[in-house]
């Protein structure tokens, strides 16, 4: 985990930790501020990389606390703050798509009080209503998606994105069987429709993948390859799944689909005729009659809100019988023309709220606390509990993050721990049953010396993380490890994490250099280990000591240089060893190295220990010199290009290195530092957001040809 993450995530539990805290007018920008930062970061964790690490109700509290500022503070609301917009999940490998009608989020509650408030809110926007009929449906737990038909025809699928445009991902939808292809829309006078729907896996499909996979592990095992990590939950996998490549490996994961609204309908003249069957009720059970799955066999409607949550709390009870996941209710004002009127923000629709189910709780004893070592150096601790199953998992280690997070909740060792899994995924200590506390309680004292090499441990100023420094750390060394023979870094096939960890445990390896030392004859002797595999690990090793000079300072783990600036460090010395004559002052002169990264560096080449590695790895024949840039022309001359969309000439790596090769520069995002945007096909939110910059220039992949022949 990068340092700026874990900043982060503590930045989130401190947010947690004072969530009733006075919001003045002297503290309500910062406040306002972090939450923002923080919502945001959950939603690139929970939407785009499927690994969510607070539970849905602690991140609700947050946005709650969020929106109670921007109604104490009105100034401090702007368009980019979340609660003005739809969390964003749109990727750069597919289209991007524009939704006929904004596809928004749902506003959350938890008990009858919340939903009293939204009974109020409704009525008040109805003062004129007869009744009122809300009608109540399971949440499912999936990943939400669009698809539009036109004359009958399914002509695009999307996802949710941003709430306005979407991924185009309609070659993966119409592997789905319960999305139909073909439509009799056209028997009610319309010419086109957009559905709203989830996309799900059900719950004995999972396990089916799981078996599967596992299976194939033992497979992968025997050829010394690493093996694949389990499918965690349904949400995440179903979600991964419609961001496939490959519409045959989506066909493979047998998804489903329920519709759970109407988005938008339109007759032959292009008018709006959305509220064409009237009741919400009456148009998912139309849906059902042409094909379509719908929750019609599990909905009810009811004229008091009361009685809505007793429906709630009844599906609650029952929600581990249903075959799909399901993490709440949705209530809905039943009459379309009411919906209408009640409106929406840009948030949320007014007319509708989800009922959340409480997050599945265990709750077993801390038996002790163990301490982890990581690649810089950060310790961190781990809650060994009495094994408890909770959703299907047997669970019995569970991260304490730091020492704030122990002292903040109050956790001691022989304490009862209620846990929960963030996200279903990822396990996590709520609190402490403090009712069953006795006198075996033992406070939690954090190590002063490292638990690996026991050398002192240190707390940067600016840091809430303890560190050892000692880089000849046992536990960091392993770490260590796995990163210097990774993909991007030394890039030595045949050499994961698991490979490692053997060849330490058998002796073969012990540090960096013993890996240019490996005795293959006792490889030979592990399980799993043929010729082939074998002559193929001897020969991507030495392979390695060739590399560009690049690769050799990532793979040194310098704390903040990541590969723009380990590319960017290889062009300015003759010898890697030359750094050490190097000031803070010369490091911070080198174009995007700031301050912190400048000390890093500073810090790395002065340490003996760091230069005589460096020298060692010379000594066996591994690359430490300049990476001299051969430019086959000036002509882009200091020039900056980005590359997006499918691109049908060059590879995007061979694009990156002819940039190089002709004197520009690659960047990583759009912004007023673009020259030049080469847009391939199916090219999406760059390319719109490029088009709205008047210094970038947008080309195609053959201009950019032209510019270098």
């Known amino acids: 985990m990068q340092n700026s993450e874990q900043e982060q995530i503590q930045q989130i539990h401190s947010l947690l930790q004072n969530i009733n805290q006075t919001i003045n007018e002297s503290n309500s920008q910062i406040v306002h501020q972090q939450l923002s930062n923080a919502i945001q970061f959950l939603d690139q964790k929970y939407y785009v990389d499927a690994a969510p690490i607070v539970t849905d109700y602690q991140y609700d509290l947050l946005f709650k606390q969020l929106k109670q500022i921007e109604a104490q503070f009105p100034n401090l609301v702007h368009s980019n703050s979340p609660t003005q917009k739809v969390a964003n999940d749109i990727s750069s490998t597919f289209q991007t798509v524009q939704h006929l009608v904004p596809m928004l989020s749902l506003e959350n509650s938890y008990n009858l009080e919340d939903l009293m408030e939204f009974d109020r809110r409704v009525h008040d926007a109805l003062p004129n209503a007869f009744a009122i009929d809300y009608i109540v449906e399971p949440k499912f737990d999936g990943s939400s998606i669009a698809l539009v038909y036109e004359n009958d025809q399914l002509v695009r699928a999307a996802t949710r994105g941003n709430g306005t445009e979407g991924d185009d991902i309609t070659e993966n939808a119409k592997t789905i069987k319960s999305i139909p292809k073909q439509v009799k829309f056209s028997q009610y006078g319309i010419t086109k429709i957009e559905l709203r729907g989830e996309v799900l896996l059900e719950l004995k499909t999972l396990e089916k993948l799981n078996q599967e996979r596992t299976l194939l592990n033992e497979s992968l095992r025997e050829q010394g390859k690493k093996e694949l990590e389990l499918y965690k939950n349904a949400r995440n996998t179903a979600a991964g799944s419609l961001r496939l490549k490959n519409p045959q490996e989506v066909a493979e994961r047998n998804l489903d689909a329920f519709m759970y609204q109407i988005g938008k309908i339109e007759n032959q003249q292009g008018e709006d005729i959305t509220q064409l069957f009237k009741t919400h009720e009456k148009s998912l059970a139309t849906l059902q009659e042409l094909g379509f799955k719908t929750a019609t066999n599990h909905l009810k409607v009811f004229s008091n809100i009361q009685a809505v949550e007793t429906f709630c709390k009844e599906w609650e009870a029952k929600r581990d019988s249903f075959p799909f996941d399901i993490d709440g209710m949705v209530i809905k004002v039943n009459d379309l023309q009411q919906q209408h009127l009640i409106g929406r923000t840009s948030h949320h629709p007014k007319w509708a709220i989800a009922f959340k189910f409480k997050a599945k709780q265990a709750i077993s004893k801390l038996l002790k606390v163990d301490y982890q070592v990581g690649r810089t150096g950060a310790v961190t601790p781990v809650a060994k509990i009495n094994p408890v199953q909770l959703m299907g998992v047997e669970i019995s280690s569970i991260s304490l993050h730091n020492e704030e997070f122990i002292s903040s909740k109050d956790i001691q060792l022989n304490d009862m721990v209620i846990v929960e899994r963030a996200g279903d995924v990822i396990p996590y200590i709520v609190g402490v049953d403090y009712s069953q506390r006795n006198n075996t309680q033992i406070p939690i004292v954090f190590p002063t010396h490292c638990p690996s090499c026991n050398d002192i441990l240190i707390k940067p100023i600016e ?124 490091f911070t002169e080198l174009q995007d190295v700031g301050p912190k990264v400048a000390e890093g560096l500073h810090a790395f080449f002065q340490d003996e220990h760091n230069l005589n590695l460096i020298l060692k790895l010379k000594d066996i024949g591994i690359n430490i010199n300049k990476t001299e840039i051969i430019l086959d022309s000036n002509k882009l001359n200091g020039k900056s290009f980005l590359f997006t969309g499918s691109l049908s000439q060059f590879s995007r790596d061979e694009a990156k290195n002819l940039v190089e090769q002709n004197g520009g520069k690659n960047i990583s995002a759009v912004s007023s530092k673009l020259d030049y945007l080469v847009a391939g096909e199916k090219a999406g939110s760059k390319l719109k957001k490029a088009e709205k910059i008047a210094t970038i220039k947008v080309i195609t992949e053959q201009d950019f040809l032209d510019m270098i022949k």
């Not at 994961?496 to 006792?522: H, V």
């Not at 990541?562 to 030359?578: C, I, R, Y």
């Open 463 to 586: 840091e809430s993380v303890w560190r050892c420094q000692n880089v000849a750390c046992p536990a960091q060394q392993e770490e260590h490890l796995i990163h210097f023979v990774s993909k991007g870094a030394m890039n030595i096939d045949g050499m994961g994490e698991e490979i490692i960890r053997k060849f330490l445990q058998e002796n073969i390896i012990t540090d960096i250099i013993s890996i240019y030392n490996i005795d293959f004859n006792k490889v030979a002797l592990l399980d799993g280990w043929k010729e082939k595999s074998l002559n193929n690990l001897q020969q991507s090793i030495e392979q390695s000591k060739q590399n560009e000079l690049w690769r050799l300072i990532v793979g040194l783990g310098i704390r903040h240089v990541g590969t723009a600036t380990a590319k960017m460090l290889a062009t300015q010395v003759e010898s890697l060893t030359l750094f050490k004559n190097w000031t803070i002052e010369q």
